[in-house]
């Protein structure tokens, strides 16, 4: 049931963003102070802008799509609005709300980051998800499920890290990491039975986080493994991996 | 006598300023004491992740096209771009090799689960509106979509790249119907040598957005 697991990972992984979700069950109002803003059908740049609400309106702010909030007026008009736009307007105390979309300071600023990275694990194919909290500018908690496929056998890993950030307001984030976990290997069913087996492994690694648009970024990064198998010696690897990935 | 006339003006002048100085004495001056404001950010629902489930029929090589089910998963980055994971199941029947000869089947039927999941990166290339009437416009977006995952098929696991196209029509704001086909490519050697397969998915599903 490798695949299930996995999915169950992730979705874990996706599920511990949920606190920023939760709550909002009060309605947030606020009102126009730039000349106009413009509503749209749908969330999208592309959408038509079929109504204008005009300076001094208040609008009601009732959900959030990726950059656009849908919102309300007082003649039940709904429409979305751009969040840059949003944040220009103000709150009942006449400040101003203070959204705005997700840019290079909101990824200098990040809490969470998930994403999934493709690569070579010791010149077999291997793909990974993980998850990462960033607990200080420099440095981060990441957990990390990896699976390699190879032509005698299949493996699957899963490791946590620490990972050091040294300029952490750079739009290209050199990072170093180190860490550990356990290692299980399958060989494949068309050889001659081996058993499984599971090994811990320990890990030293760099990369870069590049950041791209929005919530993107981009994940390079080499990591060296050590295999601590129950043989006379340990076993070494080189990982060499992409990722695209996403930040909270 | 220049010197007389300066000495006056600038006593002028002081004088003039010392007046000032007591004048603004009297003047009530605004206590520095204004309540700081705090930017607070208010709590809006935000819906930007997508589940839901699909079923379809998928046609795997070697063998035949096969119900397939599973669950699907997204999250809406921005606009433009989602992350989407996959969770799936089908079953096969015997090859066409097997059916043929009537000898002994080739693979144990544990072995005949076709699983799978990946993990994608979806792209909303045309994203539009259709018209149902007068007053009614639903969001649609055209997505191309590529990723990795793996296959437990056969009695291995497999590396699987796939790549697909799919269509979400919004019914409203948070249910969306969707229409997919994915091709899982992956390499096996199953039958002996490595040959690489292509396995079209076609599927339909119900996803609600949170």
């Keep these: 049931m490798g695949p299930a697991l996995s999915f169950l990972l992730i979705l874990g992984a996706m599920s511990a963003a949920l606190p920023a979700w939760a709550g909002g069950e009060e309605a947030a109002n606020s009102r126009v102070v730039e000349a106009y803003i413009e509503m749209r059908t749908h969330p999208g740049r592309n959408y038509p802008v079929f109504y204008v609400a005009e300076r001094g309106e208040t609008i009601e702010l009732l959900k959030r799509r990726t950059d656009w909030i849908k919102v309300r007026n007082h003649r039940d008009i709904e429409g979305w609005v751009h969040v840059n736009d949003i944040g220009r307007t103000v709150d009942a105390s006449g400040s101003p709300l203070g959204l705005h979309s997700p840019d290079r300071e909101s990824f200098a600023n990040r809490g969470w980051e998930f994403g999934f990275m493709l690569g070579s694990l010791d010149k077999t194919d291997a793909i990974s998800a993980y998850a990462g909290y960033q607990f200080t500018p420099n440095l981060a908690l990441e957990a990390d499920y990896t699976e390699n496929y190879g032509d005698f056998s299949d493996g699957r890993m899963l490791s946590a890290s620490v990972v050091h950030q040294m300029f952490p307001q750079s739009r290209y984030s050199p990072f170093f990491t180190l860490g550990g976990g356990a290692r299980q290997t399958n060989p494949r069913s068309t050889l001659v039975d081996t058993d499984d087996r599971t090994d811990g492994v320990a890990s030293v690694g760099a990369g870069l986080r590049i950041y791209l648009t929005g919530r993107l970024l981009l994940r390079l990064q080499y990591k060296h493994y050590v295999v601590m198998t129950d043989r006379d010696d340990d076993e070494e690897a080189g990982e060499w991996k992409i990722g695209i990935s996403a930040f909270y | ?210």
């Design chain 2, 1 to 210: 006598m220049e010197n007389r006339h300066k000495r006056f003006l600038l006593g002028i002048a002081a004088a003039l300023l010392a007046a000032g100085a007591t004048a603004q004495d009297v003047v009530q001056v605004i206590e520095p004491e204004v309540e700081r404001r705090e930017i607070i950010t208010p709590d809006i629902d935000t819906e930007n992740f997508e589940l839901g489930f699909f079923v379809g029929m998928i046609s795997i090589d070697d063998f035949a096209s096969e119900p397939v089910y599973g669950v699907r998963g997204a999250w809406h980055l921005s606009e433009n771009w989602f992350f989407e994971a996959n969770l799936g199941a089908a079953e096969v029947d015997l090859t066409s090799y097997e059916k043929i000869s009537g000898g002994a089947p080739l693979f144990k039927d544990s072995e005949r689960d076709y699983n799978f999941y990946n993990l994608n990166v979806g792209w909303n290339l045309l994203p539009g509106e259709i018209y149902f009437s007068e007053n009614r416009a639903f969001k649609s977006d055209l997505y191309l979509l590529g990723g990795v995952g793996a296959t437990d098929f056969l009695g291995d696991t497999w590396f699987t790249a796939t790549f697909g196209i799919g269509y979400r029509l919004l019914v409203n704001d948070w249910i969306a119907w969707r229409l997919d086909v994915r091709d899982h490519i992956f390499d096996r050697d199953s039958f002996g040598e490595d040959e690489t397969t292509h396995n079209v998915e076609w599927s339909t599903g119900v996803t609600f957005f949170f």
